[in-house]
């Protein structure tokens, strides 16, 4: 089980932070990612991070930062210089291992959190 938080409203120019954390994770190794979708779009890859590696959509690079708390199934993503076009139901994924050519790829995920909204204005 995965539960979000930390979605809201903001101007634009402003920051967010969102929170994710998994529940009864059976495996050692943990990749957890974030996606969002927009109505009438397909969900698409934000951010991701293992062990030592961390990914992000060329779109959030050098604004939204992620990052992994006190236990390996918590992570946070840092969002800053929100622009409108941020605006999302935002989703926290998680599976064993990120991979570099497919952390982003939907249908590798089989845990979904229920989402947070971020509407930036």
């Known amino acids: 089980q995965l539960v979000e938080s930390g979605g809201g409203s903001v101007q634009a120019g402003g920051s967010l932070r969102l929170s994710c954390t998994a529940f009864e994770w059976p495996y050692t190794s943990v990749c957890m990612t974030w996606f969002r979708q927009t109505p009438g779009k397909e969900r698409e890859g934000v951010a991701a991070?293992?062990?030592?590696?961390?990914f992000y959509a060329a779109s959030v690079n050098g604004r939204f930062t992620i990052s992994q708390g006190n236990a390996k199934t918590t992570v946070y993503l840092q969002m800053n210089y929100l622009k409108p076009e941020d605006t999302a139901m935002y989703y926290c994924?998680?599976?064993?291992?990120?991979?570099?050519?497919?952390?982003?790829?939907?249908?590798?995920?089989?845990?979904w959190g229920q989402g947070t909204q971020v509407t930036v204005s």
């Open positions: 994924a998680i599976r064993p291992y990120c991979w570099t050519e497919s952390w982003a790829e939907i249908a590798r995920y089989n845990s």
């Open positions: 991070l293992d062990t030592g590696n961390t």
